[in-house]
């Protein structure tokens, strides 16, 4: 996602700096500079000013190249675009300093092959940037910052591409490759799938209240199933009617339970989908405060005709 040298331009870039003088400190061509910058731009992560026969190049309040340069300015004795590759960075994504993983943990959620996973984890171990603890692997404190710099980096691009594709939108939820979106648009692009209410319509469910349109976007998928759009709803709005609808589909689709919270994992919403499941396998009998009285649940499947 980001090259070598563009790496080197964000550590430098601490304050507005003109193309030629940049080029001298790095040891770069002026056009390697251009070609960078340009990329950089794309990204939201610098913008450029023409001021007479210079150009001068500006770094954005983007947090995660406030993230990039505190990293290389406390830690000037590693070379951090030497190290952050593309596969580096997916690692990173997922690696944290305060909740150790395993390999294969990591080689599931970044999608990268188990033999290049060992080996990125190798040289962060080597360097002392991550250690291991029996099978599983964290970030040393020190490096915490590398997790956040990934994900805000991830973040940044996401933003970048929904203003790209779409004009405005607000993230809801995000994975390395995969994001939730809020837009007042209508999209009509194959990897923005819809989700939320309006989604239900193609099970029969059609619910009248709107708050925007929501999009799934995703370049390896082609379609959303009920357990991915259940787990969207709750993305979406975790409050009491929005929990219903999410079961009322959950039956009237007969989805499996054990899908239903495989898939929730996958999304970080497995605390609550737990009890919701639990208060469907019982018929109401073991609630909580996050389940309505089963009366509401059988009056509601009564009126969209869903057997409960």
Known sequence: MLEENELRIMATLDSPKKRRALAAELGYEPGTITNAVVHLEKLGLVTRER??????????????????????????????????????????YYLHA?????????????DVSRATVYRTLKTLTNRAIAVK???????????SGLHKFAVELRHQHHRMQVQTDIGSGTLLWESYDEFIVRTDEVVD?????????????????QFFTRSGNYYFYSESRESLSPADLVCHLLLIENDARHRKYAMLLITATNTSHEDVREVATSYGVEDIISPLLTYLRTEG?????????????????RDYEVEI
Request: aromatic fraction near 8%.
């Open 98 to 110: 305060d909740e150790p993983v395993s390999a294969a943990e990591l080689a599931q959620r970044t």
């Open 189 to 205: 692009d194959s990897q923005y799938l819809l989700t939320g209410l309006d989604a239900y319509n193609e099970y029969g469910l």
């Open 285 to 301: 009998e073991q609630s909580s405060a996050q389940t309505p009285p089963w009366s509401e649940m059988e009056s509601l499947a």
């Open 133 to 143: 603890q029996g099978t599983r692997y964290r970030l040393t404190e020190q490096f």
């Open 51 to 92: 001021v007479g026969n210079e150009t001068i190049i500006h770094p954005t309040s983007a947090k995660c190249l406030e993230v990039y340069q505190d990293l290389t300015a406390t830690n000037p004795h590693v070379d951090f675009p030497e190290l952050l590759t593309s596969s580096m960075l997916r690692v990173l």
